[in-house]
């Protein structure tokens, strides 16, 4: 079993940067993957970054590439998510996400199968 325990977002103005953490609980080893996701209001689950706990290697979604750099900690089993020049469509519940997958960072919300609570994010225009 795996705890992801969330920290950081809240209140920014559009065009500010915000900063989440998630530090990953118990039987870390059955998860390679960790990743953030996140739910605008009315809109399904969605993926933001991903990245491989070994390799590093990182995953983004269009809308968070060039604004978004999800980095990790291996020795403190966290991994952050730094975001900036916010737009007000970026309000959303934001989710840390923990898989376990062979090869690259999945996209697909089906492929997380350790979740946290959920941390919310509001950029006022």
């Known amino acids: 079993q795996v705890q992801l325990l969330e920290s950081g977002g809240g209140l920014v103005k559009a065009g500010g940067a915000l900063s989440v953490s998630c530090a990953a609980v118990?039987?870390?080893?059955?998860?390679?993957?960790m990743a953030w996701l996140r739910r605008a209001p009315g809109k399904e689950r969605s993926f933001v970054a991903g990245?491989?706990?070994?390799?590093?290697?990182?995953a983004y979604a269009d809308s968070a590439l060039g604004r978004c750099t999800i980095s990790r900690a291996n020795a403190k089993n966290t991994v952050y998510l730094q975001m900036n020049s916010l737009k007000p469509e970026d309000t959303a519940i934001y989710y840390c996400?923990?898989?376990?997958?062979?090869?690259?960072?999945?996209?697909?919300?089906?492929?997380?199968?350790?979740w946290g609570q959920g941390t919310q994010v509001t950029v006022s225009s």
């Open positions: 996400a923990a898989a376990d997958v062979r090869l690259g960072v999945p996209r697909g919300v089906e492929n997380y199968d350790y």
């Open positions: 118990g039987r870390t080893c059955s998860s390679s993957v």
């Open positions: 990245i491989r706990w070994g390799s590093g290697t990182s």
